[in-house]
């Protein structure tokens, strides 16, 4: 037998954190991801009732996948969901784990306000009904990482009930059109994290982590009406959304988890009524329950803990200790605004497409960064909706960078837009680059004739030198030749290398004077501007 | 000796130093070591504590009533630094690193913490007898009341084989105060543990109000109905202590804000002609010793004679509440015994093929016959199959049961006055011919309803039997009228006046039953 890995090092403490040994590598519930984020799926095949009246004949049938969703989402909060241990992440094992934590006999929870108040306000976001009662009850399990050998979770009667979720489908021919859909919300319940398990396969022990162990989770349940795991997919984007706009939770799940999930929907759409979840180390979904014994959870009421009374303006107690109560319409009034009506407001003031509007939320921080370069530049909202949209954007997706990781500030995103605005440098590239706007969805690699001015500011601001765009436009020379004197001898020069172009030109050939065009671009070093050397042309060989 | 107040007196006038007091009952620890009533003696602690408080009676800070009063509290109160085993072999060798809310007040009070007291296992049991460390004997059974008796007596067996149990399961604590080991004791109360030791060792037995006192470091039996106890010798040294504990607890989110005014002293009622008693007719049982039937009539009539309203009054569902009991209490116990994995704390077995068999064995080893049929039944009784069918039903039976009180509250009764118990203590010989269920069972059928409906009550000792021994009678009082109910209960003392247990002879004697022990064990190993 192995001796214990780890153990609480404070003095007086003899209850040692213990290892088990590695006997059951699959669990309950929830996968256990990466993050605290997790998401259950229930799909089915439903029949769906065609004609209720008549009885089916064979063939009729129409099938159709049915996918509802329960989604844990730890609450942001300073502190655990029913103890004072702080909430932190990457903390070294065991170093936020209080006595009530690790389940010491004779400790008692105590719920923690701001965990309720994130629960109301999530619930109010997803047009919930907030019950003024709701009750604790616990949930009987043994895992090693469940210290009590329950946890507290909502069962009966949960905080919030009856809501709805609504989301956008991408559609049409380029998937450009967004078409609204609504998922109907069961219940978002308030629940206890369980710790961590760490399996050494080597040594055949499992090792504990607690820090995790009591941390609060919103279980927001989806009804399943979402048909397939895009729906899912998106619904889930949306929520997060919601969740980060209100604070309530961090809701960082990596894309790879959604991804992930859409293929454990998708699998699990061929099996009926049962639960499923993704095993990540054999890359496939495995049954949730052990085929041998169905789990029974033996709910029991928790005891420990009073029902959770909320009140409105017209229940509260006059004489209510503020500290002791908490007012639904207090919390109403303090609600952010959300996703879909940021989306709104920003097609409306800046004439952008919806689908732009979206875009700009699903990136975390481009939001932020659009409105941060729109207060600092000149330039219309819809060229810095493009700029941001597909060069900023492109340029983070093709170095899978975040938002926060950008070279490039607002500020000299805005100050590239101002140049380009008093036409200091050539437009040219950008107007390009435009030619891939439409395409919102999919982030092209950038377009070759792109390497122009603007977009060599650009590639100069990416490389992280601390130069200002006006900077790099006189190092390297990057302006807009505005000398006509200068330009006419470029065009002079042109002209008498190439007679024979000349000679087109002369003879009525429309498309050789382009010719002669790009060749004094070249020689400028694209730093001219076509018009005027056309113009310059025209006039030297009096056409 | 005498009452915690007296001798609490004579520490403020300088009569006896808190050294001295605790020295004094260290060497009756010592002395009653037999009694089994200690599981763990904190000599130290207590040493510590006793220089500490001296130190502040000498500069005049002393910090109130409590200063220097040896004290002593049941084994599943969890204590900072002091192992706490709740009498089982799961937890042998656990020492907390805190102390429950209710120690931690006692200490902050400036009490001595004498130790640790005997009980049955994680307080399952009303004998005190089905704990790891074995039973408490009770120390009436060496007093000269009953000895006489027991002379007289020409089929009594002579020597120590026929001692007595307490009662339980708070049986160790009632032992340590009625052999004057300490002043004060804690309990704990879920069907009548604190209250029916205290009956059958002749002290006062204290249940306060549900959410009165935090639970915050009791180790649970059934967290709806526990509450700490108080074992005095008097009812005003239960107030004083009761107002030391009374109070919300932010670590018990069950406990109330503010519910009575402390510090809580009690007044000496002039008359009792304002007062209504109840007297339940359900709990004129025929299991009912007619020696305890008739003192509890003649209590009514003292009641009655000094200008009281005494009224018979109905309960009507006391009859389902042992049944009931049974499959609440059973429920808790299997959620509560859940985290007893053996991977923290505790015991944990020698198997290590995988950490179910590791569970199993560990549980098994770790726990007693009692505690795992009660977990046994629990968890069956929680099977989605059987909720509706068992624990909902019980929980709404509880709800007639505890709306019985308060229709009989609300007909004008104050208080109720019932038996504590069937019969006075009987013989551990005697006792541990039924099993512990049915024990139990028997036991808690006047105190269980009680904390059903989380009420106030307490236990006075009335007289002694013909055979000599404490009997006591049980008032109960509305939900958080515990002062009420505790002047009535002080009236009441002073009316009765229940003799000393006079254990001078056994204070003699016990040199003499330790060293037959010995030499009994001796024998034994050759």
């Known amino acids: ?543 | 000796m005498g009452s915690l107040l007296r001798v609490s007196a004579a520490l403020k006038q300088g009569q006896i130093t808190p050294t001295e007091l605790c020295q004094k009952c260290l060497s009756l620890i010592k002395k009653t070591k037999f009694l089994n009533a200690y599981i763990t003696v904190s000599e130290e602690v207590a040493l510590k504590q006793a220089e500490e408080s001296e130190k502040r009676y000498k500069n005049g800070q002393s910090l109130g009533d409590l200063d220097g009063i040896p004290i002593a509290v049941k084994d599943n109160f969890s204590t900072s630094g002091i192992e706490t085993t709740c009498a089982s072999n799961m937890l042998k060798g656990y020492v907390p690193p805190y102390n429950a809310t209710v120690v931690q007040k006692l200490l902050d009070q400036g009490a001595l913490l004498m130790g640790k007291t005997n009980l049955d296992e994680f307080a399952m049991g009303s004998g005190s007898t089905d704990g790891v460390f074995g039973p408490v004997k009770n120390p009436w059974s060496y007093s000269k009341q009953y000895r006489e008796k027991r002379k007289q007596n020409p089929h009594s067996e002579s020597g120590d084989s026929d001692w007595l149990i307490t009662g339980g399961s708070s049986g160790g604590s009632a032992a340590a105060v009625s052999a004057f080991t300490c002043y004060a004791a804690l309990g704990s109360d879920t069907g009548g543990s604190t209250r029916n030791p205290a009956a059958h060792c002749g002290l006062v037995g204290f249940k306060p109000s549900y959410g009165l006192v935090s639970r915050h470091g009791l180790i649970p039996l059934v967290n709806s109905m526990d509450v700490p106890g108080i074992l005095t010798r008097c009812v005003d040294d239960a107030a004083m202590v009761l107002g030391v504990l009374a109070g919300h607890d932010p670590k018990d989110s069950t406990t109330v804000h503010d519910p009575i005014n402390k510090p809580l002293v009690l007044s000496s009622l002039a008359d009792v002609s304002k007062l209504c008693i109840g007297i339940p007719k359900e709990y004129l049982v025929p299991e009912l010793s007619s020696e305890i039937q008739s003192l509890w009539s003649r209590a009514a009539d003292l009641f009655e004679s000094e200008g009281a309203k005494v009224i018979e009054v109905s309960l009507p569902h006391t009859s389902y509440s042992i049944v009931c009991y049974h499959v609440l209490c059973t429920s808790e116990v299997a959620s509560n015994m859940a985290r007893f994995d053996g991977l923290q704390y505790g015991h944990r077995c020698d198997i290590d093929v995988s950490t179910e068999a590791m569970y199993a064995a560990t549980r098994r080893e770790g726990f007693n016959d009692v505690v795992r049929g009660r977990i046994l039944s629990g968890n069956f009784f929680l099977l989605k199959e059987n909720y509706e069918n068992y624990f909902v039903k019980a929980q709404k039976v509880r709800r007639l049961i505890a709306n019985d009180f308060v229709n009989a509250f609300n007909s004008g009764v104050d208080v109720l006055l019932t038996p504590t118990t069937l019969s006075e203590a009987v013989p551990y010989l005697e006792f541990i011919k039924e099993d512990n269920r049915t024990r139990s069972a028997q036991d808690d059928i006047f105190t269980q309803a009680v904390n059903m409906a989380g009420l106030p009550a307490v236990s006075i000792p009335i007289a002694l039997s013909n055979q000599g021994l404490p009997i006591g009678l049980q008032f109960i009082g509305r939900a958080f009228y515990d002062q009420q109910l505790l002047t009535v209960a002080k009236w009441f003392e002073k009316q009765v006046q229940f003799p000393v247990i006079q254990l001078q002879e056994l204070m003699d004697d016990c040199s003499a039953i330790l060293e037959n022990e010995k030499l009994a064990s001796v024998s034994l190993k050759q």
């Open chain 1, 1 to 543: 037998m192995a001796a214990p890995m780890l153990r609480w090092g404070c003095r007086g403490r003899r209850w040692a954190l213990a290892w088990v040994d590695g006997g059951s590598c699959h669990r309950r519930g929830a996968p256990t991801g990466s993050t605290s984020n997790r998401i259950r799926g229930q799909s089915s095949l439903a029949q769906q009732p065609l004609r209720t009246a008549q009885k089916p004949r064979k063939g009729e049938h129409k099938w159709a996948a049915v996918v509802g969703l329960e989604i844990h989402a730890q609450i942001s909060s300073n502190s655990k969901l029913f103890s004072g241990s702080q909430v932190r992440f990457s903390a070294p094992p065991n170093s936020l784990v209080s006595f009530f934590d690790a389940s010491l006999p004779g400790t008692l929870p105590v719920l923690n306000r701001r965990c309720v108040e994130a629960a109301v306000m999530t619930g109010l976001a997803l047009n919930c009904h907030i019950n003024k009662k709701s009750l604790f009850d616990r949930k009987h399990y043994f895992y090693a990482d469940l210290p009590a050998g329950y946890q507290i979770t909502q069962q009966r009667l949960p905080i919030a009930v009856n809501g709805s979720l609504t989301y956008g489908i991408s559609a049409g021919k380029e998937r450009g059109q967004v078409i609204p859909k609504t998922v109907r919300v069961k219940q978002i319940q308030l629940e206890q994290d369980s710790g961590k398990s760490l399996h050494d396969d080597l040594r055949s022990q499992t090792l504990v982590d607690l820090n995790r162990a009591g941390v609060g989770l919103l279980e927001v349940v989806l009804e399943p009406d979402l048909s397939c795991g895009e729906e899912a997919a998106t619904a889930v984007r949306e929520l997060q959304l919601i969740l980060q706009a209100l604070g309530t939770s961090q809701a960082n799940m990596a894309d790879y988890e959604i991804q992930r999930q859409i293929s454990e929907l998708e699998n699990g759409g061929e099996i009926l009524n049962e639960t499923r979840s993704f095993h990540e180390k054999l890359g496939c979904t495995v049954s949730m329950r052990d085929k041998e014994a169905k789990q029974d959870y033996r709910f029991m009421p928790e005891p420990n803990l009073p029902p959770l009374l909320l009140y409105d303006a017209t229940s509260l107690p006059t004489d209510a200790d503020p500290q002791q109560v908490i007012n639904i319409d207090q919390i109403r009034e303090m609600l952010p605004e959300l996703p879909s009506v940021t989306r709104e407001r920003l097609v409306q003031q800046y004439g952008m497409l919806p689908e732009h509007s979206f875009t700009l939320l699903n990136e975390v921080g481009l939001l932020e960064f659009f409105q941060n370069v729109i207060k600092e530049t000149r330039a219309e909202p819809k060229k810095v909706t493009s700029w941001v949209l597909n060069i900023f954007l492109g340029y983070l997706k093709q170095e899978n960078l975040a938002v926060s990781e950008s070279p490039v500030t607002p500020s000299a995103l805005a100050e590239l837009l101002d140049l380009l605005d008093s036409r200091t440098i050539s437009s040219s590239a950008a107007k390009q680059a435009g030619v891939q706007w439409c395409d919102l969805s999919s982030l092209q690699p950038l377009p070759p004739g792109f390497k122009r001015s603007a977009s060599q500011v650009f590639e100069e601001l990416w490389k992280r030198e601390g130069k200002t765009p006006g900077q790099i436009v006189s190092e390297k020379q990057l302006e807009l030749m505005q000398d006509r004197g200068a330009l006419e001898q470029f065009c002079y020069s042109v002209m008498k290398d190439h007679p024979q172009v000349v000679m087109d030109v002369k003879k009525g050939n429309p498309r050789a004077i382009n010719k002669l065009i790009g060749l004094v671009r070249k020689a400028t070093l694209n730093r001219a501007d076509p018009a005027m050397i056309k113009e310059i042309l025209e006039k030297q060989l009096s056409l």
